[in-house]
């Protein structure tokens, strides 16, 4: 299974375009400690010929140009993607549908709770609705169209996106972690880019995984509140934090699986290169994605 990093910062990527945070003015300079990076997403295929895509990015036009895996062959609009794969119903996850309107020649899997909650308060997604299908939680699906890779959404802690505000009840079917499994080796992927907590069944998932993308949006549950006053915590956002108590890093220490934070926020100090929080975070068996990493299993 080859796995390549699309995009790995949260919804607004690095730079921000409202942000005046320390990593956005230096992402602005040029600094190349802190270089720019687009919003989440990861590229899935089992024989690096045909691909799906884990979550829609708004950046997605761009990540798509910048991988030559998946770019039509000449004179043809054959696109290699067979899957496109929504964990949540946050923006940073779906806008990239409306970018990939024109043609809908892949599929757009989630579960029956996020496609329903997206295209029933969003005229919008229409556009997408016709190959928008819906997986129950623990049912294993194909992801790719040869059934090479096959794809399980679990439930994990979270909550229902800020822009659907009380128009939807909570339900574990809302915020989901993907395992994905090449059927030939057995080798298995689990990516978790949205996450309140780590409970006892993401971390059981996690240890079965050869390889994790994990939360890492915020580095302590109180970041963002040096730039936005008042601003809720990172448990209140939906995400665990890296550090501090309940955080992910000690639980994730030393799990026996290769580990990397994915959706960190532009405030995240991880994402200067060198930093102190950036060598924590190494020395203690993680690593932190960079747009256009790839992994193979």
């Given at each position: 299974?080859?796995?390549?990093v699309?995009g790995?910062?949260a919804?607004?990527?690095l730079p ?7 990593n ?12 720019p ?18 979550n829609?990015?708004p950046d ?5 140009a910048a991988?030559p895996g998946?770019h039509p062959r ?17 923006l ?11 043609a809908?020649s892949?599929r757009?899997?989630s579960?029956r709770?996020?496609?329903d909650a997206?295209v029933e308060?969003?005229a919008?997604?229409?556009l997408?609705?016709p190959v928008?299908?819906?997986?129950g939680?623990?049912?294993?699906v194909d ?5 090479a890779?096959?794809a399980?959404?679990f439930?994990?802690?979270g909550?229902?996106?800020t822009w659907?505000g009380?128009?939807v ?8 972690g993907l395992?994905?499994?090449?059927r030939?080796?057995?080798?298995r ?7 309140r907590?780590?409970?006892a069944?993401?971390?059981a998932?996690?240890r079965?995984?050869?390889c994790?993308?994990?939360d890492g949006t ?5 970041e ?18 890296v550090t501090g108590?309940?955080?992910?890093l000690?639980?994730l ?12 926020n ?13 060598r924590r975070?190494?020395e203690?068996?993680l690593?932190?994605?960079r747009?256009?990493v790839?992994?193979?299993l």
């Open positions: 299974m080859r796995i390549r699309l790995c910062c919804g607004g990527g921000q375009w409202n942000c005046g945070c320390p956005c003015v230096r992402a602005r300079a040029g600094d190349p400690k802190v270089p990076r687009t919003q989440p997403s990861l590229a899935v295929s089992a024989d690096g010929a045909r691909w799906s895509v884990l829609a990015s997605i036009r761009w990540q798509f991988f998946l000449p004179g043809t609009r054959d696109l290699p993607l067979d899957t496109v794969v929504v964990t949540n119903a946050d940073d996850h779906v806008l990239g549908l409306l970018v990939l309107r024109e809908l892949y757009i899997l579960t709770w996020v496609r997206v308060h969003n919008a997604f229409g997408v609705a928008w299908t819906g997986a939680l623990d049912e294993e992801l790719d169209a040869t059934g890779l096959g399980r959404f439930p994990v802690p909550k229902v996106p659907l009380e128009r009840a909570y339900r574990p079917e809302a915020t989901c395992r994905i499994t090449e030939r080796t057995g080798r992927l689990v990516y978790v880019p949205g996450i907590e780590l409970d069944g993401t971390l998932e996690i079965e995984a050869d994790a993308f994990v915020f580095f302590t549950a109180e963002l509140r040096a730039y936005r006053p008042g601003a809720p915590d990172a448990f209140a956002m939906g995400h665990v934090p108590p309940g955080g992910s000690e639980a220490a030393g799990i026996g699986t290769r580990c990397l934070y994915i959706h960190m532009n405030t995240n100090p991880v994402l200067e290169e060198g930093s102190d929080a950036e975070v190494l203690a068996g690593e932190i994605a747009d256009g790839e992994v193979a």
